[in-house]
């Protein structure tokens, strides 16, 4: 059941502390399911540890998650190969697609590598809602910080375009990360973007950011926009999920 235009949920979040289990679906995750629209059955949910080398204790504990909240979950790993025949058949059978963090720089190469790239828009345009967590977060992107690369956070600039904003993750928990997304919007290295706290979400209706959401109390949002030579922040209004 395809939402009614192209959605995607981009957060710093997502998966919250559970009982029993590693993690458990937060209410960002939640909202992307009731964006989809489904009703009357199971949602289905596939999940991409790519960003993290499809780690088999990741994918076990996306399942444990799964089952506890009542969705329909599979998986799409190309690590050592891909695990299903056809990927964009198997995405465009889903109601929520659901990218986990990590390396952004290796998940979009090896998404391109793959086709999933262009799976992942044949998706979108279908009303399959996209969200994601951090790299899960920025591909969506044109670009935004990443540690991709090592512990001083550099600029990615080569994220799937489907919005044609940037995007900062983490903004208030790793002290780099709203500093260099500052100074690279202001010198044009990226486009005016929006940037997340941990806990923080936000909600694209085809290419504009319509609301700012948040899981955990005094999670922000912010518009981030150059003025001349340099950035101007703006807070954004938050909806307490």
């Not at 050592?80 to 990590?102: F, S």
């Not at 936000?202 to 518009?223: F, I, P, S």
Request: proline letters at 5%; one cysteine or more.
């Amino acid at each position: 059941m395809p939402a009614d235009q192209p959605t995607i949920l981009a957060t710093s979040g997502g998966a919250v502390a559970a009982a029993r289990i590693r993690w458990g679906v937060g209410p960002l995750t939640d909202l992307a399911v009731d964006l989809s629209g489904v009703s009357g059955r199971a949602p289905k949910v596939c999940f991409l540890g790519t960003a993290c080398g499809d780690s088999p204790a990741l994918v076990r504990d996306f399942y444990d998650a799964a089952q506890a909240r009542g969705f329909h979950g599979s998986h799409l790993q190309l690590f050592t190969m891909p695990n299903v025949e056809d990927i964009t058949a198997h995405l465009l059978e889903q109601d929520v697609v659901w990218v986990w963090g990590g390396s952004v720089a290796g998940l979009l190469a090896m998404w391109r590598l793959h086709g999933v790239d262009e799976a992942m828009r044949t998706a979108w345009e279908s009303g399959v809602v996209l969200t994601g967590v951090s790299a899960g977060s920025i591909c969506w992107h044109v670009g935004g910080t990443t540690d991709s690369f090592g512990p001083e956070l550099r600029p990615i600039t080569n994220g799937l375009g489907l919005l044609p904003w940037s995007n900062g993750v983490h903004y208030d928990s790793e002290e780099q990360r709203r500093p260099l997304f500052q100074s690279l919007v202001a010198d044009g290295t990226l486009p005016t973007g929006y940037a997340t706290d941990d806990g923080a979400g936000l909600l694209y209706r085809g290419t504009e950011m319509v609301q700012a959401y948040a899981e955990r109390d005094g999670a922000g949002a912010y518009l981030v926009e150059r003025d001349g030579d340099r950035a101007v922040e703006t807070e954004l209004d938050v909806t307490r999920l």
